[in-house]
């Protein structure tokens, strides 16, 4: 019997919503919005009034989100970008893509597509399936992209920069360099024990732990450059979505236990609260981790998000070099702020 997600009511997206600006004449970049967060992401800027791009890897799943945001926002304008996460190659062909359409810049990249405790398979170029997907792949996007970004940043004031992280940024102690290189397929193999270390769960952390890192080198960095970008970094807590159907279907997780676990959860809309806060608040400030808590697995799952501050696991100076280098080296590229 397939795990049946349970339905759970939003109870914050409604008030957000209200709350937002309208975001016309923005132009907004999203990955990962076949589902979840990212579609309701998509969803809301374009009912804002946004221009979005919708990046996503091709499948049924693709076309059937692309058509429901087609027909549920006919008056504002959806473009969809091929970009798979798994490849280098796939990310550059987007980029070209997105400099096509985006010719007066881009003010919002949100980069939110992510994949949670899967095998330990490499990608076409060697890394880890989970840190290729939801970091690194992030950062050459997000290296690729950053000449639109500055120059929406020059004519509108401002450009953001978000990323989409975990409370599972707190399974792992520090960031571990070999998560981060070659050794797709050699990080530990499929121990699936959310609890007791198991090393699909670890890899996991590692990714989400990137994700808050690379958000702090970057806020470091736009920041002594006194850049009119922002840099900013979410967590949805425990948000009922396709996240954990994929995990389940991998191995990743039991049937039950998930079924269970995810009583607890929040709806996607309501796990969305966090990337829109940072996608569309007027006031936020760069360096920002939006939220519904920053506490651990049993106390920040749910609520309304809320502003806090980076933490210093990440924020510091060994973590940012070490995050940046080794990320680089991985894209072979420079990434010059
Ligand atoms: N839901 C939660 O409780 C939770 C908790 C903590 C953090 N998060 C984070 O929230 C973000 C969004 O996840 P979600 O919960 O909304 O899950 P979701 O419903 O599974 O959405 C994930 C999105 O990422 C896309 N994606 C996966 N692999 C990709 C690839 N190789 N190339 C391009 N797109 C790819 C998926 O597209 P396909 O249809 O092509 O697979 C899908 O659109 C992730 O970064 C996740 O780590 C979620």
Redesign the pocket.
Same mark, same amino acid.
């Given at each position: 019997m397939p795990y049946k997600k349970a339905k759970i009511p939003s109870k914050y997206f409604q008030n957000l919503f209200n709350s937002l600006p309208s975001l016309n004449g923005k132009t907004i970049a999203i990955? %990962?919005?076949? /589902? %979840?967060?990212?579609l309701v992401a998509a969803d809301t800027c374009l009912k804002l009034g946004a221009r979005v791009l919708v990046l !996503?890897?091709p /499948?049924d799943?693709?076309k059937t989100s692309l058509e429901a945001l087609k027909t549920e926002n006919s008056n504002t304008e959806v473009l969809s970008v091929n970009?798979?996460?798994?490849s280098f190659n796939s990310v550059r062909q987007a980029v070209q893509e997105i400099h096509e359409l985006c010719p007066n810049g881009l003010d919002v990249l949100c980069n !939110?597509? %992510?994949?949670?405790a899967l095998e330990d398979v490499p990608t076409e170029d060697g890394f880890d399936v989970q840190m290729q997907? !939801?970091h690194l792949s992030h950062f050459l996007l997000t290296k690729l992209v950053f000449d639109l970004l500055e120059k929406s940043a020059d004519l509108n004031g401002e450009a953001r920069i978000i990323n &989409?992280s975990?409370?599972?940024r707190k399974q792992v102690k520090k960031l571990e360099p070999k998560y981060l290189k070659k050794n797709g397929g050699n990080l530990g193999g499929n121990g699936s024990s959310i609890f007791f270390g198991g090393a699909r769960w670890t890899r996991y952390g590692q990714t989400?732990l990137a994700n808050a890192a690379f958000t702090a080198c970057l806020h470091s960095k736009l920041s002594l450059k006194n850049s009119n970008i922002k840099a900013l970094v979410a &967590?949805?807590?425990?948000?009922i979505? !396709?996240?954990q159907s994929?995990t389940v279907k991998d191995g990743g997780m039991g049937r039950l236990f998930t079924k269970i676990l995810m009583k607890t959860?929040q709806s %996607?809309e309501d796990?969305a609260l966090g990337i829109l806060n940072c996608i569309a608040s007027p006031n936020v400030e760069s360096g920002q981790f939006f939220g519904p808590g920053m506490g651990g697995m049993f106390t920040a799952i749910k609520g309304p998000a809320r502003g806090f501050n980076l933490e210093p696991t990440y924020d510091n100076p060994q973590t940012r070099e070490l995050l940046w280098n080794l990320s680089c080296e991985a894209i072979g590229e420079e990434f010059i702020i």
């Open positions: 990955t %990962g919005t076949t /589902s %979840g967060t990212g !996503n890897r /499948s799943r693709f970009c798979d996460l798994q !939110n597509a %992510g994949v949670m997907t !939801n &989409h975990s409370i599972a989400k &967590h949805p807590g425990f948000a979505t !396709n996240l994929t959860a %996607g796990g």
